[in-house]
């Protein structure tokens, strides 16, 4: 394992958690945040890479093959760690193709200004201590990669307090794709339109219902969102009108239903492929809810666009009140029968 660090390596790991390195940063700091990790998480293979520059890209990749092949995971249930000088290399490794992690964290340092072109289906979580203008900005590049890109505020960098994010990070956190799903797995198709939602059920007969809410992400917007960012009374208005609307839709569904997300304005979302869990949308919600009291996007690394606010509220009222934990994208929707 070349000069990895080995610092958890149970039997049958459930997840590969690699901590980058870089040749000046400090082999403690690493040693301590890869324990603490350890700790919170004793299922999962946790370990350091070392790569001294930029230049060892190949060896880091090299490195992650390894305990691919160690482990028997792939780059969906691995997470790559970068923090302080190896923030960068961590950066630039997820863009590595094949990819060797479809999870980045990072934690300061010096970030790429332009980074690489990242594989689909790429989630990377930017941590800041305080206001950090560069890991929103990266956010921001990263996103329009298509890349599920967020910038995350925490109120210490000490390794317990990081650790403990990840464990609950990890938990909303799934290495399922819509392609991978099982065939009995029931979905319920939602499109999300300008002016309405297009919502598509199928029983467990086989019976397909096809129902519409009376608005959509530009009609709610127009109605009740008409400041950038919205206050909090619009969003409480908006919610009005949409928790009514949901509930009579009177669905049941089974506790394992998975919401596919479609349409236009569903994009504006930037949903990862692999999907979000519902506390994980709840989250995006009370970061925008924090921008609506006057907290400044740039400091969430989150647009103020009012649509954006539409989108992210009507999925999070109807992950809620539908009872549905998961959410992946759709490019598209079935049609319902005549």
Do not use: C, K
């Not at 780059?75 to 760690?81: D, G, K, N, P, Q």
């Not at 400091?299 to 009872?323: T, V």
């Amino acid at each position: 394992m070349h000069e990895d660090i080995v610092l958890q390596q149970p039997a049958h790991p459930d997840r590969l958690i690699l901590l980058v390195r870089s040749g000046t940063d400090a082999a403690e700091t690493l040693i301590a945040l890869g324990a603490a990790i350890a700790r919170q998480q004793p299922a999962a293979a946790v370990a350091v890479l070392v790569a001294p520059s930029v230049e060892a890209l190949p060896r880091i990749a090299a490195a992650a093959g390894e305990w691919h092949a160690r482990t028997g995971l792939d780059a969906a249930r691995t997470v790559l760690f970068g923090i302080g000088a190896g923030a960068g290399l961590a950066v630039a490794s997820l863009a590595v193709d094949p990819p060797i992690a479809r999870h980045g964290v990072i934690l300061g340092g010096a970030l790429p200004i332009r980074p690489g072109h990242m594989p689909a289906g790429v989630t990377v979580d930017l941590l800041q201590i305080g206001v950090d203008p560069e890991a929103a900005d990266l956010a921001d590049r990263l996103r329009q990669q298509d890349v599920n890109a967020q910038v995350v505020q925490l109120d210490s960098a000490a390794p317990t307090a990081v650790a403990a994010w990840l464990a609950h990070r990890l938990q909303t956190v799934s290495p399922t794709t819509p392609d991978t799903l099982d065939a009995a797995t029931p979905l319920l198709q939602v499109e999300f339109g300008a002016a309405d939602v297009r919502i598509v059920d199928t029983a467990a007969s086989g019976t397909v219902r096809e129902r519409h809410l009376p608005f959509g992400i530009a009609t709610l917007t127009r109605r009740y969102l008409r400041h950038t960012p919205p206050t909090p009374l619009e969003l409480e208005m908006a919610i009005e009108e949409i928790e009514p609307a949901i509930m009579a839709l009177s669905l049941r569904l089974p506790a394992t239903t998975v919401l596919a997300l479609g349409g236009p304005e569903a994009a504006r979302l930037n949903l990862l492929a692999a999907g979000q869990h519902r506390d994980e949308v709840e989250q995006l919600f009370q970061r925008l809810a924090a921008i609506a009291l006057g907290r400044p996007a740039a400091s969430e690394g989150l647009p103020a666009n009012p649509h954006f606010f539409a989108a992210a509220l009507l999925l999070r009222e109807l992950m809620h009140h539908l009872g549905v934990e998961r959410v992946v994208t759709s490019a598209t929707t079935p049609s319902a029968p005549a």
